[in-house]
C-alpha cells in the first residue's frame, strides 16, 4: 500500500501539479473546498498561497494536512485562529488518495 501511494504521489507530482492545475482547481470546487478556500485570499479558512508558504518543506507536512482535509482540524491542528475545519466527509465523498492530490496541489501553490 505504501509503496502504491508513493507511486501514485510521485505520479501526481510529476503529472498532476503544474500541467494539470487547471484540473485541480476544478476538484477542489468539485469537493466545496472553494467555498471556505480560495488560492490566494484568506475566507473561512486561510488561501492555499498562506498554508503553502507556511507548511512547504516541513517534514510532516503532507500527512499531516491530508489528515486535517479528511478528518477536519482539532486540538493542537487549528493552526490559523479559532474557526476549526469540518471533515470533508461531513459534505462530500473524499478518498484518501484526492485529499493527497488536493494537499500535493496546495502546497505547491506559490
Ligand atoms: C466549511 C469550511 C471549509 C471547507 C468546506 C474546507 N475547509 Fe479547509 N479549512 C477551513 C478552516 C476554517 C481552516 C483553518 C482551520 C484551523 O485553523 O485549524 C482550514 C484549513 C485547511 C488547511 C490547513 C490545515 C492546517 O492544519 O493548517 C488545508 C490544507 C485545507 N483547509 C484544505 C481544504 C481542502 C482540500 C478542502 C476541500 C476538500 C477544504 N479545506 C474544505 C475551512 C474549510
Known amino acids: 500500500m505504501k509503496k502504491i501511494i508513493a507511486t501514485v504521489s510521485f505520479l501526481s507530482i510529476a503529472f498532476i501539479a503544474p500541467a494539470h492545475a487547471d484540473g485541480m482547481l476544478d476538484m477542489a470546487k468539485q469537493k466545496q ?3 471556505c ?14 498554508i503553502a508558504n507556511r507548511f512547504r518543506g516541513l517534514n510532516n507536512a503532507q500527512t499531516m494536512l491530508q ?11 487549528v493552526h490559523w485562529g ?3 475545519m469540518p471533515p470533508s466527509s ?17 502546497l505547491a501553490t506559490k
Do not use: Y
Open 67 to 77: 489528515e486535517v482535509v479528511m478528518k477536519g482540524s482539532s486540538g493542537a491542528t
Open 37 to 50: 478556500h480560495s488560492v490566494d485570499k484568506d475566507m473561512v479558512g486561510p488561501s492555499f498561497k498562506n
Open 82 to 84: 479559532a474557526t476549526k
Open 90 to 106: 461531513a459534505r462530500v465523498e473524499l478518498a484518501e488518495v484526492e485529499a493527497m492530490m488536493l494537499v500535493q496541489w496546495i
Open 33 to 35: 473546498c472553494l467555498s
